[in-house]
């Protein structure tokens, strides 16, 4: 069965910290992984990884993928307090359905 | 585009009740999913469809649960008879097939329908 991990359950920082929140995951037939963050509502797209070593980026947040020991790590950078929210990994097998981890819920304090 | 369109946003019912879920995929998507959303189990899948049939309803919880898209356009999620422990927030999600059918794996999500069975 696949299965998707993501650590810490939760995290409380100041504004102006950075922060890297992991997903471990073990899935059959891996085509890609997901990031999402998730607000108040529906949980909207950051980035999509499916070749290690690649790092994404999207102004202060990155993310990279390492397909051999089976992880991916969510950076961002100078947290604002708008950057709280669930951030949500999710893998891609060749069935196409995504499997997500249960999240990481991030506070950022003023 | 206007998305994915859920309907309700909200539903209280009780116990015992039948509940029916609604959901306007983004046109031109051939992949539409239902999940379930809850602060222990986190998004779960519980049934997706490509081109209207169901591919893997695996993750449907039992029998009280269904779901058919009947066209393209339009799916439902049919809980009967409804449980306290059904209350969840449901999400409907489309994707399309991507560049030469090979998929990029992004859900676009609707706003959820928020279940709460007394």
């Known amino acids: 069965e696949d299965k998707v991990v993501q650590s810490p359950l939760s995290l409380v920082v100041h504004e102006g910290d950075t922060v890297t929140l992991n997903c471990s995951y073990e899935?059959?037939?891996?085509?890609?992984l997901l990031w999402y963050k998730q607000e108040k509502k529906a949980p909207t797209f950051l980035f999509m990884l499916t070749s290690s070593g690649i790092e994404k980026k999207s102004g202060r947040l990155s993310s990279i993928l390492d397909k051999k020991e089976l992880f991916s790590i969510l950076n961002i950078t100078a947290t604002q307090t708008g950057d709280s929210a669930i951030y949500l990994c999710a893998v891609v097998n060749s069935g196409y359905a995504l499997n997500f981890g249960k999240g990481t819920s991030l506070l950022v304090t003023p | 585009d206007a998305g994915v369109i859920q309907s309700p946003r909200h539903e209280v019912t009780e116990m015992g009740q039948e509940v029916t879920l609604r959901c306007k995929p983004i046109s031109g998507h051939d992949y539409l999913f239902w999940y379930r959303q809850t602060m222990m189990r986190g998004l779960e899948l519980l049934i997706y469809f490509n081109n209207n049939v169901p591919i893997d309803d695996s993750g449907m919880p039992e029998d009280r649960f269904s779901a058919k898209m009947p066209n393209a356009s339009f799916s439902t999620l049919k809980i009967q008879p409804s449980e306290p422990r059904d209350s969840a927030v449901y999400f409907c999600?489309?994707?399309?097939?991507?560049?030469?059918?090979?998929?990029?794996?992004?859900?676009?999500f609707g706003e959820g329908s928020r279940l709460t069975v007394l």
């Open positions: 999600a489309s994707s399309p097939s991507g560049v030469a059918g090979r998929r990029t794996g992004e859900l676009f």
């Open positions: 899935v059959t037939n891996f085509r890609s």
